[in-house]
C-alpha cells in the first residue's frame, strides 16, 4: 500500500510539473514569445515558489493566468531592459572579434565579466521578482547583488542551467515537456536558500544592533 501511495505520489508530481511547463510554452507564445516570456516565466516561478514552501495544493490553471494578466506590463518592463542589454552584449561581441589589435583582448575579458554580471542578474531575477516587492529597476540591481554574495547557490543555479542544456541536446523531447519546469525548480530552490541565509544574517545583526 505505501508503495501504490508513493507511485501516485510521484506520477501526481510529473503530471504537476509536465502540466506547468505546458502552461509555460503556451502563455509564452501566447504573448508572441517577446513579450510573453517573461510573465509566462514569472507565472511558472510563482508556482514554484509556492511549491517549495510547501504550498503544494495551489490551483495551476487559475494562479497562472491571474499572474500572467496581473504582472504582463510591469514585467516586461524589466523584460525590455535585459532584452535590450542582450542585444548591446551581442552587438559588442559582433564588433570585437572583428577588431584586432592588443586593446581588443583587454575589451574581451571586460565584455565577459560584464556578460557574466548580467547572466548572472537574469538567472536570479524571476526569483526575486517572485518573493520581493520593488521597483522595476530595484529588482536588476538586486538581483546582481543576491548572486555575487551567495556565490554557492549561484553556483547551483549554474549547475542547473547546464543540466537543462544537456537534455536539450540530448533528450529534447524531455526537456520539451519538463526542461522549463525542471530548471525553474532548481533555480527557484537555490534563490530561496540565498534569500533565507540573508534574511537569518540580517535578523542577526539587528539583534546586535538593539543590543
Known amino acids: 500500500m505505501k508503495l501504490n501511495g508513493n507511485l501516485y505520489k510521484y506520477c501526481d508530481w510529473i ?11 503556451l502563455f509564452t507564445l501566447t504573448g508572441l514569445i517577446i513579450f510573453g516570456f517573461v510573465p509566462a516565466t514569472i507565472s511558472l516561478f510563482t508556482i514554484i515558489r509556492a511549491w517549495i514552501r510547501g ?6 490553471w487559475s494562479t497562472f493566468l491571474k499572474v500572467y494578466k496581473s504582472e504582463f506590463v510591469k514585467s516586461n518592463k524589466v523584460g525590455l531592459v535585459y532584452l535590450l542589454g542582450g542585444y548591446i552584449l551581442y552587438i559588442d561581441e559582433r564588433f570585437l ?5 592588443n586593446l581588443n583582448t583587454v575589451m574581451v ?3 565577459l565579466i560584464v556578460a557574466l554580471l548580467f547572466f548572472i542578474s537574469f538567472m ?8 520581493f516587492k520593488l521597483n522595476p529597476l530595484a529588482y536588476i540591481r538586486y538581483s546582481i547583488m543576491m548572486g555575487l554574495s551567495q556565490f554557492p547557490y549561484t553556483t547551483i543555479m549554474v549547475s542547473g542551467v ?5 537534455l536539450l541536446r540530448y533528450l529534447p523531447g524531455v526537456f520539451l515537456f519538463f526542461g522549463g519546469s525542471i530548471l525553474s525548480y532548481i533555480v527557484m530552490w537555490s534563490a530561496n536558500k540565498a534569500f533565507e541565509k540573508v534574511q537569518v544574517k540580517a535578523m542577526k545583526l539587528q539583534k546586535l544592533n538593539t543590543l
Open 15 to 25: 503530471m504537476k510539473f509536465g502540466y506547468l511547463n505546458l502552461l509555460w510554452m
Open 55 to 60: 504550498d503544494s495544493d495551489l490551483p495551476i
Open 97 to 101: 572579434v572583428q577588431s584586432p589589435g
Open 109 to 111: 575579458i571586460l565584455l
Open 124 to 131: 536570479y531575477f524571476f526569483p526575486t521578482y517572485v518573493h
Open 162 to 166: 547546464w543540466f537543462s542544456y544537456i
